[in-house]
């Protein structure tokens, strides 16, 4: 069954410190790879996603992903986080063809950053 | 361009009462989606359509109904309100073509709560 699995429901990291966040994917296929972020009462945002060619993705607010096929895994890092960071991400696959089909999510991690 | 926009941002049902999101996108977008997002569960699909005049289910469409009858809007109705149906529902759009596999654009979010 096709599946994203974030294992971390929620990470505290210092602002400044660095940041990994965790995404494993069940697919039949290389899918498409998003990550978005949601801010508290606000919509999903997409920060950045991985359709082919480059394995290293760079996306907005500083985000860069790396897609590692033999993984499985599309993690999400940032080498410095800011306090505006704190949010839910979510990690999302979608079919690598142009089907309607609609994305799926994974449950999402809760990003807390301490001063 | 407004995006996906989405009408009420709140709102509070009584079980048994019926309602309509309403979801508004002027992207010329031919895709669409309604999810629900409860909390530690990620988004979970409802309601799709590939165009005007054609609606599929999703993963949970129990309890709901859609219509698409212009590329515009994808109202989902609520017939007899459930306290399960207490959640945060979005709206996205995607376009067809190449180019663009799979990215879908959000809407703000509906806050309904069922009592």
């Known amino acids: 069954a096709q599946s994203v699995t974030q294992p971390d429901i929620h990470i505290t990291v210092s602002e400044g410190a660095s940041l990994e966040l965790r995404c494993n994917y069940s697919y039949g296929a290389t899918p498409y790879l998003f990550w978005y972020v949601q801010s508290p009462g606000q919509g999903l945002q997409l920060l950045l996603k991985?359709?082919?060619?480059?394995?290293l993705v760079q996306g907005i607010k500083g985000f860069e992903a790396e897609f590692k096929r033999s993984q499985s895994s599309f993690n999400l890092r940032k080498p410095s986080v800011h306090w505006s960071d704190a949010a839910e991400y979510f990690c999302?696959?979608?079919?690598?063809?142009?089907?309607?089909?609609?994305?799926?999510f994974g449950k999402g991690t809760t990003l807390s950053v301490s001063s | 361009n407004a995006g996906v926009t989405q009408t009420p941002k709140f709102r509070i049902l009584k079980i048994g009462q019926s309602m309509t999101l309403q979801c508004t996108q002027d992207m010329n977008h031919n895709y669409m989606y309604w999810y629900r997002q409860d909390p530690g569960m990620g988004l979970k699909l409802i309601y799709y359509s590939v165009g005007a005049g054609i609606t599929d289910k999703g993963e949970v469409p129990n309890g709901y109904n859609v219509s698409r009858s212009t590329t515009e809007d994808f109202p989902l109705r609520l017939e007899l309100a459930a306290p399960s149906q207490t959640s945060v529902y979005f709206c996205a759009s995607r376009r067809t073509g190449t180019g663009n596999p799979n990215e879908q654009y959000f809407g703000p979010g509906t806050r309904l709560t069922v009592t």
């Open positions: 991985y359709f082919s060619g480059d394995t």
């Open positions: 999302a696959v979608g079919p690598p063809n142009q089907a309607g089909t609609a994305l799926i």
